[in-house]
């Protein structure tokens, strides 16, 4: 299974990137494994992103045969770390693309001016009410997906318990030292179940139901891989790792990952979505500001906005694609948990309240 690649979710202080060149294309790329950023030919473009990119060798393949430029990639960390450090590097910026910022923290990329506009080719395929800043193009959506509570059905099925399936249910008796969630200041994942939260309960509430949360015993750890890999028991790593925790802060998408090669094919996945506990975050890509190969990142802009790209994102980076006409595999199709009615909160509420609600959360739930 690849749940480890799904939105890795490191300490916001500030990791050493790992330098990857995942497409060093052979005999399509005319410049194989030359870097000339600066010399104004470079046909190497560098995405920035968080650790949880991924992509088919055979895609990138496609986009080098397409354009001739070789995709180099940087990561950073956890979707916040990697912000945050483009943030910090932007008037040195370490690559041409960042891709991975999304509705949490899109107001904290586009207020210190990390992105150069740029209206990317088949925005047309993409429906409006994920194009957050159709206005000023300085981002182009390429995915979107649910963070929700996850359930382990093997656990409720031996205990003759019904899983919960909204955040109402997370609070009762009967869920009490089930539930494990990642830190809000480390973890996007985390932050999104906080702005979940936040949605259903209202600026008058939120804190409320976190205190009830944590009377009910909700355990918090910094990272999505410590709280399904490690904690959650109906991963295929926790069992290893003897996770004891049959609720988990992950996406409606990690339910296809547990089945993945898994023969033969079962019925169901054994891991089940709680689907009155989800809030949509969505996922953009940008040109950064001073990008020394602007030519090539607005061609990998609009390359992750194809069809090759958007129907080899699902079993990637277990993400929805944006473009409507984008076929899912049916794995994913099958085995994943569409969600109708998540929660969501305004992009300008998120900039207007996010760091308070982070500082209160840190108080009421960590002191």
């Known amino acids: 299974m690849r749940t480890t690649s799904r939105r890795a979710a ?22 194989k494994g030359k870097d000339k950023a600066g010399s104004g030919g470079s046909k190497t473009v560098t995405l920035v992103s968080h650790d949880s990119f991924a992509a088919s060798k055979s895609v990138l393949a496609q986009f080098t045969k397409e354009t001739g430029y070789t995709v180099k990639v940087l990561r950073g960390g956890d979707a916040g770390a990697a912000v945050n450090q483009a943030i910090l590097t932007k008037d040195h910026p370490r690559g041409d693309v960042f891709f991975g910022v999304d509705n949490t923290l899109l107001s904290r990329a586009l207020d210190n001016g990390l992105f150069t ?20 193009h300085r981002v182009t959506p ?37 539930l494990v969630t990642e830190n809000v200041s480390t973890s996007s994942p985390g932050l999104a179940f906080l702005l979940g939260s936040a949605a259903t309960y209202g600026d008058g509430g939120w804190q409320g139901y976190w205190k009830q949360l944590k009377s009910n015993g909700v355990e918090v750890v910094d990272s999505w891989e410590q709280a399904y890999n490690d904690r959650f028991s109906g991963s295929s790593a926790g069992k290893q790792a003897k996770g004891d925790r049959p609720l988990v802060v992950s996406y409606a ?24 506990t989800c809030f949509r975050q969505i996922e953009f890509a940008g040109l950064l500001h001073g990008a020394k190969n602007t030519a090539g990142g607005r061609a990998l802009i609009d390359f992750m906005l194809s069809k090759a790209f958007q129907q080899d ?14 076929v899912e595999p049916p794995v994913f199709v099958k085995y994943g948990t ?30």
Not at 117 to 136: C, S
Request: aromatic share 6%.
């Open 142 to 178: 390429i995915d979107s997906g649910d963070v929700c509570v996850n359930y382990d059905r093997a656990y409720f099925t031996a205990h003759h318990l019904a899983p919960p399936q909204t955040f109402a249910d997370l609070v009762k008796p009967a869920y009490k030292n089930l």
């Open 313 to 326: 994102m699902p079993l990637q980076m277990y993400v929805d694609p944006v473009r409507e006409d984008a």
């Open 253 to 276: 998408s990690s339910p296809p990952a547990e089945v993945i090669g898994v023969t033969p094919e079962p019925a169901q996945s054994p891991v089940g979505v709680s689907t009155g």
């Open 117 to 136: 506009p740029y209206a990317a080719k088949d925005l047309g395929q993409v429906p409006a009410d994920v194009q957050l800043d159709a206005a000023g």
């Open 10 to 31: 490191g300490a916001l202080a500030l990791a050493a990137a790992a330098a990857t060149v995942l497409a060093a294309c052979g005999s399509d790329s005319p410049d």
């Open 338 to 367: 569409k969600i109708d009615h998540p929660t969501t909160l305004a992009p300008a509420k998120i900039a207007a309240k996010r760091d308070d609600w982070v500082g209160a959360w840190n108080s009421i739930v960590l002191k």
